[in-house]
């Protein structure tokens, strides 16, 4: 059975094997951590999806993560001026998101969403806090409140009668 993450992640090596052929010109430190960034990728990929148990959601962030360095390392390339721009960047942005939400479906599964978050009632749409919504009453935009008024402040610091002057 095909999976769609290995599959992208394979083709985007495919899909960047002229600019691996650049930075082996350019910068062979760069063409190596390219080469083990995009390997990473697949590898862990495949073992998340061998996986039964609790580290899977991790094997698939660690395949999110070297995807990002496979980022990094492109906007580098491209900030030397040995790209005109990043390539594959609709290839990278697809996988990118399958592998975040596999990362993160896989943590919430058979926890239940809350335990995603540190309030149980966080982003629930179940509880919602109604007084944070309300703005309250319209307010007098024409005066200033007093508190923002200088004068009677430093009138009534000095201990002087507050008469405005």
């Known amino acids: 059975m095909p999976f769609l993450a290995l599959d992208l992640s394979l083709d985007l090596i495919r899909g960047l094997r002229p600019t691996i052929e650049l ?21 862990n990929v495949c073992e998340g999806s061998g996986r039964a148990g609790g580290d899977r959601p991790q094997l698939y962030r ?26 594959s960047a609709a290839e990278r942005d697809r996988l990118g998101a399958i ?32 007084s944070a919504l309300d703005p309250g009453p319209p307010r007098d935009r024409g005066r200033i409140p007093q508190v923002l008024s200088p004068t009677p402040i430093r009138a009534a610091a000095h201990g002087a009668p507050s008469d405005g002057h």
């Open 23 to 43: 930075l082996r010109r350019k910068s062979p430190r760069l063409r190596r951590q390219l080469e083990d960034s995009l390997a990473g990728i697949v590898q």
């Open 62 to 87: 660690y395949a999110l993560g070297s995807l990002r360095e496979v980022n990094g390392i492109l906007l580098a390339a491209v900030a030397f001026g040995w790209l005109a721009e990043a390539p």
């Open 99 to 130: 592998l975040f939400g596999l990362q993160r479906r896989r943590a919430l599964a058979g926890r239940g969403a809350a335990a995603a978050f540190s309030k149980p009632d966080q982003l629930s749409p179940m509880r919602v806090n109604r």
